[in-house]
């Protein structure tokens, strides 16, 4: 009986634990991989949003400074800053460690700026009043390498402007 007992024992113990679990074919485990790791984000530019990205590179590139890379994660960032200032009625650095801190762990950026503004009516308006203003415009020339950019109305019409950098 013991001997019977140890062998069906010794026989539910190989089913369970020795049995192999695999994919059909390499395929399954690229498929996997893919859907883990790969999330694609999207950031659709309007036109003034465009307009700002290329009079920044327009002016760095005169000063002989590397041209930045659009990130859409950073105009991400930026659109929901905007919405945060739109709901509050002002214009704000309101929790800028919060966001820094978040584009440094979802996309590795090493540091991180941020220019705001709001009523300007185009991108020429906005970009030569961050030029005039010190702090922004040491933003806009920074070692960056990256930036975003969100331009969003409020009821009324007025645009509010939020302007990310970051360092990879």
């Not at 659009?70 to 739109?86: R, V």
């Not at 990256?146 to 990879?168: A, C, L, M, P």
Request: glycine share 8%.
């Amino acid at each position: 009986m013991k001997k019977i007992t140890f062998t069906g024992l010794t026989l539910i113990f190989c089913t369970l634990f020795l049995t192999s679990c695999s994919k059909d074919s390499l395929q399954d485990d690229v498929t996997a991989y893919d859907q883990v790791v790969t999330e694609k984000v999207e950031y659709q530019y309007n036109t003034i949003e465009v307009e700002i990205l290329d009079e920044l590179n327009l002016y760095r590139k005169a000063l002989g400074l590397n041209q930045l890379r659009p990130l859409a994660e950073l105009s991400i960032e930026s659109e929901d800053h905007n919405m945060y200032m739109i709901e509050e009625g002002v214009v704000s650095h309101d929790n800028f460690s919060l966001r820094a801190s978040e584009l440094m762990n979802k996309v590795g950026a090493k540091a991180v700026a941020e220019n705001v503004g709001f009523g300007y009516k185009t991108s020429g308006a906005v970009v030569n009043a961050w030029l005039k203003s010190k702090g922004h415009r040491e933003n806009v020339e920074g070692g960056y390498t990256h930036f975003g950019i969100s331009v969003r109305q409020d009821e009324n019409g007025k645009n509010y402007f939020t302007n990310i950098f970051i360092k990879k």
